[in-house]
Structures are given as structure tokens and as C-alpha cells.
């Protein structure tokens, strides 16, 4: 399964950014898919938002669950992740990730495939 990522960029505080993660090699079913974030160089990936394609559960950061939505383009197999109200903290390296396992088992321990990494940055 190969990631890759799409939709990074600059945005002033308070905007919008669509994140969009497309496979290839393999369907989604039946992974999880998520994003992880990386503030900066040197610190630990977090886990911000994750769907299982299968069932759609989702799992969110708590920072960011009532600004950010992740779906699933199954026809495109692609997931998305809509961020809205972005703030300075939201700055990071967003990468995308998938493994068979629950959401929150790919939010919380990490994927076993990944992306490499698109830069968004939430700034004035």
C-alpha cells in the first residue's frame, strides 16, 4: 500500500485547508487511515484524526475534533481531512498513515504505512 499526499500549504489563523491522502497497490479496505502531525523536527508524530474504512469509525485528537473531519472518497480511494478554524498550533508536517487495526490503535501506537509528509503552515 502506497500513501501520498496531497492539499498542504499556507493559511492565515481562522482558515480552511483540505488534506487529501490517495492509495495506491491496494484498496483501503479493510485499514484504518489516519493522519499524524509533526509540530517540528525532532518531536513525536501525534495522531490527530483517524477512519476505519470498513465501518467509518472515526477517532480525533481532542484538540481538534470539533474544527477537523476525516472521510473517505472510496471511489477515488482517497481520505480527506477538511480542517477548518486553523490555528498557529496546527502548524506542522501532516502525514498520512494506514494499518489493520482500529482507529484507535492507528491514532494512538502508529501505522504501518505511511506518507511522506505534506508542510501546512497556520500563520499571519
Known amino acids: 500500500l502506497k500513501l501520498l499526499e496531497s492539499g498542504g500549504g499556507s493559511v492565515q489563523p481562522g482558515g480552511s485547508l483540505t488534506l487529501s491522502c490517495a492509495a495506491s497497490?491496494?484498496?483501503?479496505?479493510?485499514?484504518?487511515i489516519g493522519w499524524y502531525r509533526q509540530v517540528s523536527p525532532g518531536k513525536e508524530r501525534t495522531g490527530v484524526a483517524c477512519i476505519n474504512s470498513s465501518d467509518l469509525r472515526t477517532f480525533y485528537l481532542e484538540t481538534v475534533e470539533d474544527r477537523f473531519t476525516i472521510s473517505i472518497d472510496s471511489a477515488k480511494n482517497t481520505v480527506n481531512l477538511h480542517m477548518n478554524n486553523l490555528k498557529p498550533e496546527d502548524t506542522g508536517i501532516y502525514s498520512c498513515a494506514a494499518a489493520q487495526m482500529s482507529v484507535e490503535g492507528l491514532c494512538l501506537f502508529g501505522g504501518w504505512y505511511w506518507g511522506q509528509g505534506i508542510p501546512v503552515d497556520v500563520s499571519s
Open positions: 497497490g491496494a484498496a483501503f479496505e479493510p485499514y484504518s
